[in-house]
């Protein structure tokens, strides 16, 4: 449900100056001989406020990178088509090894002979044939043959592009055959489930907006989603004034695109309390009031405003029900002003 329950309707304020027009037709005259000012009014009471909080966000991807190569080469083979639903670990790209290859064998054989040199030199060790410098030297030496061995196998590895996990390829910006330099994109890589949802929070409805919670979007051709919250911001950025949320789309989605703009909406929990028209609020260099009909005399409330809907403000602090609070709106009113009430609403 939105909005209140029982609470007056917005303040006629042309209603009000053809009722006060009449009251002063008939003379209706002020302490000191002046007219009467004629106003709308309407009795504080408190009502149920059960009120939506709107905001725009955008649709993301859960993960998103572009595939890169990390060397150089020549691209032997694509493994891969445009917009393909892949797995994790599937192969995208070969890039030949060929040279690497007989790197790795060179480096592989020579391993091998410093493996048998070092057997060899333990045995002269335990003979006392050589020192024990001789022995850590070919130690040394064998550790070393072994770094160039793995280092090797972790280029050839680098040889195979393959997906870090699954999603859907986009297009593809290589050739096979081409050469390619380390870090040039091949395509990218987008998980479209689930979607995620980046909201933009006004700082002061922050409190609504909670872990666990669950919320409706809306998207620009009119579909309605469920999402349900999973992480805030650590603080409210101190140049927009809002806490940026991020929410999981629930269900697969259907057509939504991640980059999309989207509308979200949060329920607010139903409260009990005083709620005015808008026209109700006025304001001074101190802050918020409202005026009441007291004894013909327009009375200044100072008052602490709560929740706000499209049709009314949630006041926390300063008025009681039974209270008689003027309309406003955009009519010149001072303090102790004699008023007429021209319609109770």
Same mark, same amino acid.
């Given at each position: ?22 009251? !002063? ?58 917009? &393909?639903?892949? @797995? ?8 030949? !090894?060929?040279?690497?290859?007989? &790197? ?23 003979? &006392? ?11 040394? !030496?064998?550790?070393?043959? !072994? ?7 972790? &280029? ?16 593809? @910006? ?12 091949i395509t990218n890589l987008v998980q479209t489930s689930p979607l995620k949802a980046e ?28 999402? @349900? ?15 940026? =949320?991020?929410?999981? =789309? ?83 009113? @001072? ?11």
């Amino acid at each position: 449900m939105i909005g209140l329950f029982l609470l007056c309707t917005a303040c006629n304020h042309s209603s009000a100056d053809n009722a006060a027009k009449g009251k !002063d037709d008939k003379g209706g005259k002020d302490g000191k001989g002046g007219k009467r000012a004629g106003f709308v009014a309407t009795i504080v009471q408190k009502n149920s406020l059960q009120s939506q909080l709107h905001g725009i966000g955008t649709l993301q991807a859960s993960e998103q990178i572009d595939i890169k190569s990390e060397i150089a080469g020549r691209v032997k083979s694509i493994s891969f088509k445009e917009g &393909q639903n892949i @797995r994790k670990g599937d192969l995208l790209v070969k890039i030949d !090894d060929a040279e690497l290859v007989a &790197q790795k064998a060179k480096a592989q054989s020579h391993f091998d002979l410093l493996k048998s040199t070092q057997m060899r030199r333990k045995q002269q060790l335990d003979l &006392q044939a050589i020192t024990q410098q001789d022995y850590e030297q070919s130690v040394a !030496d064998l550790a070393g043959a !072994d770094a160039d061995v793995k280092l090797l196998d972790a &280029q050839l590895a680098k040889t195979e592009i393959r997906a870090p996990f699954a999603g859907v390829l986009g297009l593809r @910006r290589i050739g096979e055959g081409q050469v390619i330099s380390a870090g040039q994109a091949i395509t990218n890589l987008v998980q479209t489930s689930p979607l995620k949802a980046e909201l933009s929070i006004p700082g002061e409805q922050a409190v609504f907006a909670k872990p666990g919670q669950t919320l409706k979007i809306h998207t620009v051709n009119g579909e309605e989603h469920v999402a @349900r919250i999973y992480a805030t911001d650590g603080s409210i950025d101190e140049a927009s004034r809002s806490l940026v =949320v991020r929410a999981y =789309v629930e269900g697969k989605g259907g057509g939504l695109v991640p980059g999309s703009a989207i509308d979200y909406e949060i329920s607010i929990p139903e409260v009990e309390g005083i709620l005015v028209p808008p026209e109700s609020i006025a304001g001074d260099a101190q802050g918020t009031i409202v005026y009441l009909a007291k004894g013909g005399k327009a009375v200044p409330a100072r008052v602490k405003l709560g929740r706000r809907t499209v049709d009314r403000v949630q006041i926390l602090e300063g008025v009681s029900p039974g209270d008689t609070l003027l309309c406003v709106g955009a009519t010149s009113i @001072r303090p102790n002003m004699p008023v007429d009430i021209a319609e109770i609403r």
